[in-house]
């Protein structure tokens, strides 16, 4: 895989350049408002988007075109032209999110840190807001999420930003993200997820009311943690165990070395999209 979003955690082009199509989609549409469009986002950009999403093929420049609009977002329209249309750093943005959400990182921090912390504020918020029998069966089917995904036990950064950027997703633009059908079926998602969906909408009227850019930065921001995790995930489960090399998924031996790379089955779940 492409490893050159590990270089830089403020680099959100190279990030988006690994992403998923759905968790793509579910930016276009944090960007486009449902494919309704913006003030602030011009029709051209809002077609682009919308024709990725509907064909559900995302080039290597859309990818950076939408990483660029999100930037544009993060900055207001003035302050913007002197950067040469550039926007504000991806680190400046997540930055100014987490200091609206009120969340705690150290002056300096890098994005994934501050990514990690929102992720972090948001779960347990959510968390704090439900009853004991609640958060027991939320507990509860949260294991049997991990035991049906392969995902190691313990809540993982990468497992809270599941369950907040899919919670968020639901929120905001309707639907949530893709999740294992057979612990969706089974236990459903209004009991995995629905503390989560009260929880944010609450946090979610805030930003709304704060101002149009939030209303973009804030599920974006979420949404950009989730991505990151995932991408990071991934790139574990390809290093190699001798030399530390990433390889692709595919890979039956290390590019670098020829160390035999440990073959990964693809869980037989299908996906379906939560909702609460």
């Not at 992720?119 to 949260?142: G, H, I, P, Q, T």
């Not at 930003?207 to 949404?223: D, F, I, K, M, N």
């Not at 998924?249 to 037989?268: D, H, I, R, W, Y």
Request: net charge positive; proline share 2%.
């Amino acid at each position: 895989m492409d490893t050159a979003f590990l270089k830089d955690s403020g680099d959100l082009a190279a990030l988006l350049q690994v992403a998923d199509v759905d968790d793509l989609d579910a930016l276009v549409d944090y960007i486009t408002d449902n494919g309704n469009g913006r003030v602030a986002l011009s029709k051209d950009a809002r077609e682009r988007f919308v024709a990725c999403k509907n064909t559900r093929n995302y080039r290597a420049a859309d990818r950076g075109a939408i990483a660029s609009e999100i930037l544009l977002f993060g900055g207001n329209s003035v302050a913007n032209l002197f950067r040469g249309g550039k926007g504000v750093s991806y680190n400046e943005l997540a930055g100014d999110v987490g200091v609206h959400l009120k969340v705690t990182f150290a002056k300096g921090a890098d994005a994934r840190t501050i990514e990690e912390a929102i992720v972090a504020k948001l779960y347990s918020d959510a968390v704090a807001k439900m009853s004991s029998d609640e958060l027991r069966e939320f507990m509860a089917n949260m294991g049997a999420f991990r035991a049906a995904t392969g995902m190691a036990a313990g809540m993982s950064v990468y497992a809270m930003s599941m369950v907040v950027a899919s919670a968020m997703a639901s929120t905001v633009i309707g639907r949530g993200l893709p999740l294992a059908m057979s612990v969706i079926a089974s236990r459903g998602a209004g009991v995995l997820l629905g503390p989560f969906g009260v929880a944010l909408s609450g946090i979610w009227t805030v930003a709304e009311l704060a101002s149009a850019a939030y209303r973009v930065t804030v599920p974006c921001v979420v949404q950009i943690a989730h991505i990151r995790q995932k991408a990071l995930q991934k790139a574990l489960e390809c290093r190699c165990s001798k030399c530390t090399k990433i390889n692709t998924l595919e890979a039956k031996f290390c590019s670098e070395c020829g160390n035999p790379m440990p073959q990964k089955t693809v869980p037989s779940t299908a996906l379906a999209t939560s909702s609460f």
